[in-house]
């Protein structure tokens, strides 16, 4: 099994709002990712969490803010986000940090 | 440092025909690389991966790969392309480093359409 569940698909939200994104993968992976895909790009790197601590933060904005609350569940909380944020929201896992990254399918998000 | 080149933004394949996805890489180490595709909307799907054992890597839905050293070149290829084949496909490198992370560099991005 090489799944990476997303929730929600998609989300629609304004300026003021606080929402949050779930990841969730069952596979023991140790590893999981945060990244930003904008249309027609290729997916950038947010957050490396590691046995569930941070371990990288690819300066991003305070308003992004992650948490890993056990081995298999990985958060992106959101607020005061901006329109320029409205992107797909990918998570990926890794048995290790050295490991291949089985992504998820994606949140659509939109700032309005 | 690292790079990953996709020669072409887009390629456009009849039904039937060879499909052939070009890759290059730059890597001051012995890199891992692999390619992902993602259809419209969707997650990123792993496709095939080579991590210094074959140089010639099958991956899934008859797809394979060839790592030349040499060429410092990692290319797509499919005998015959199907329609459920279009959709954006991705080069990736990767090395591992001290702090036991890997640093992740996508390419760009290939575009394939297949004509029916």
């Known amino acids: 099994d090489t799944e990476v569940t997303q929730t929600p698909k998609h989300l629609v939200m304004g300026m003021t709002n606080k929402k949050s994104l779930k990841c969730e993968q069952h596979?023991?992976?140790?590893?999981m990712y945060w990244y930003k895909q904008k249309a027609k790009k290729p997916p950038e790197l947010m957050f490396v969490?590691?046995?569930?601590?941070?371990?990288i933060n690819e300066s991003v904005p305070s308003r992004f803010s992650p948490e890993c609350p056990n081995s298999s569940l990985l958060n992106l909380h959101l607020h005061a986000l901006q329109p320029e944020d409205s992107a797909l929201y990918l998570c990926?896992?890794?048995?290790?940090?050295?490991?291949?990254?089985?992504f998820g399918p994606g949140t659509r998000l939109t700032v309005l | 440092a690292q790079s990953v080149t996709q020669l072409d933004s887009h390629v456009s394949v009849s039904e039937g025909t060879p499909v052939l996805l070009r890759c290059n890489y730059s890597?001051?180490?012995?890199?891992?690389l692999f390619w992902y595709v993602q259809h419209p909307n969707k997650g990123l799907q792993l496709l095939l991966k080579y991590t210094s054992a074959a140089t010639l890597v099958k991956g899934i839905n008859g797809f394979e790969a060839e790592f030349k050293k040499s060429e410092t070149s990692f290319h797509l290829t499919k005998p015959s392309a199907h329609m459920s084949d279009a959709a954006e496909y991705f080069c990736?490198?990767?090395?591992?480093?001290?702090?036991?992370?890997?640093?992740?560099?996508f390419g760009i991005g290939t575009k394939l359409q297949v004509i029916p």
């Open positions: 890597s001051s180490y012995s890199p891992s």
């Open positions: 990736v490198v990767t090395r591992g480093n001290s702090g036991g992370y890997q640093k992740v560099t």
């Open positions: 990926a896992s890794s048995r290790t940090g050295l490991d291949t990254q089985y």
């Open positions: 969490y590691s046995y569930e601590k941070l371990s």
């Open positions: 596979m023991g992976h140790r590893a």
